[in-house]
């Protein structure tokens, strides 16, 4: 399960975060300075380390924990393509935010000035988006091996425990404090989940970010009417063959438009609709299947 089509498609956001987060990290490791990485009750509530509550938020301490980390920040893409660059930033900043909050709170309460408590990295980040990922995306296969039955969102469970049990108190506590965060954002506190940024910032990732090896825009990434079906289309076709009139199940334009965030072409949501009868979590699993053909 790869959250989608390949690339950064439609999540520019998630390209310049990764780009980030893997820069700080390779610089850091570079000079020797992972270890001094990480927060403590004395770089808070003693000498207050400006450097190292920046840094915090975008460098992994070491090696798999940054491999796991831009694994997981890589597939959770979806999330911005669900929901839009702009929304996808507030998701992000509040997450940061939150979570740093509720380390602050813990390391208040512990009151251990001697220990190096909490790793860094984007742990808040990852951890909350943890929440939406069990709540709205949908399983879409079941398998087994050696007897135990696994789903297709299996894998990226097992990278975040990786991930959460990496460093294990001192990654563990951040991990909690993501989950924490990602709660709050989906329960809509302070009514979070309507905020937006100005047009102007939102933009601003896309014209940081350097262009991708993706498929240039200008390519019919997306069919139109009259344009020979995709391969996803076709697909779908194939697995699904049609057993309704699509004048009976006329899909609602609100659901393609969903369905087109997340980076599937229109005539492909269009059809993975009808098929479902308009139910979109289940034209979500067409298209994942169609795509894992």
């Known amino acids: 399960m790869n959250g989608g089509p390949s690339g950064f498609n439609n999540a520019p956001v998630t390209r310049s975060f990764i780009i980030a987060s893997a820069i700080f990290t390779v610089v850091f490791g570079i000079q020797g300075r992972s270890f001094k990485l990480g927060l403590s009750y004395q770089d808070i509530f003693g000498k207050l380390s400006i450097w190292?509550?920046?840094?915090?938020?975008?460098?992994?301490?070491?090696?798999?924990e940054l491999m796991?980390?831009?694994?997981?920040?890589?597939?959770?893409?979806?999330?911005?393509?669900?929901?839009?660059?702009?929304?996808?930033?507030?998701?992000?900043?509040?997450?940061?935010?939150?979570?740093?909050?509720?380390?602050?709170?813990?390391?208040?309460?512990?009151?251990?000035?001697t220990a190096n408590l909490?790793?860094?990295?984007?742990?808040?980040?990852?951890?909350?988006?943890?929440?939406?990922?069990?709540?709205?995306?949908?399983v879409s296969t079941w398998f087994r091996i050696f007897g135990v039955r696994f789903s297709n969102k299996s894998f990226i469970y097992l990278a975040g425990l990786q991930l959460l049990l990496s460093s294990w108190k001192r990654s563990l506590l951040p991990g909690i404090c993501g989950i924490l965060a990602g709660s709050f954002y989906r329960l809509n506190v302070f009514r979070i989940r309507r905020a937006k940024f100005p047009e102007f910032i939102a933009s601003f990732f896309s014209r940081l970010s350097w262009p991708s090896m993706d498929n240039p825009p200008t390519a019919p990434a997306r069919?139109?009417?009259?344009?020979?079906?995709?391969?996803?289309?076709?697909?779908?076709?194939?697995?699904?063959?049609?057993?309704?009139?699509?004048?009976?199940?006329?899909?609602?334009?609100?659901?393609?438009?969903?369905?087109?965030?997340?980076?599937?072409?229109?005539?492909?949501?269009?059809?993975?609709?009808?098929?479902?009868?308009?139910?979109?979590?289940?034209?979500?699993?067409?298209?994942?299947e169609a795509q894992s053909h």
């Open 223 to 288: 069919n139109l009417a009259g344009n020979v079906p995709s391969h996803t289309t076709r697909q779908v076709e194939s697995t699904y063959p049609p057993t309704v009139a699509p004048s009976a199940v006329e899909p609602s334009e609100d659901s393609v438009a969903t369905l087109v965030s997340m980076g599937f072409d229109q005539n492909s949501a269009r059809q993975a609709l009808v098929h479902a009868r308009n139910d979109i979590n289940t034209a979500t699993n067409i298209l994942l």
């Open 52 to 64: 190292k509550l920046i840094t915090s938020v975008f460098a992994f301490s070491s090696t798999p």
């Open 118 to 138: 909490l790793t860094s990295g984007p742990y808040g980040l990852i951890f909350a988006s943890f929440v939406p990922f069990y709540f709205d995306i949908p």
């Open 68 to 113: 796991f980390g831009l694994y997981l920040l890589y597939y959770f893409r979806v999330f911005e393509r669900q929901i839009g660059s702009n929304k996808y930033s507030v998701f992000i900043l509040f997450s940061v935010v939150a979570s740093f909050l509720f380390e602050v709170m813990a390391l208040a309460i512990l009151k251990d000035p």
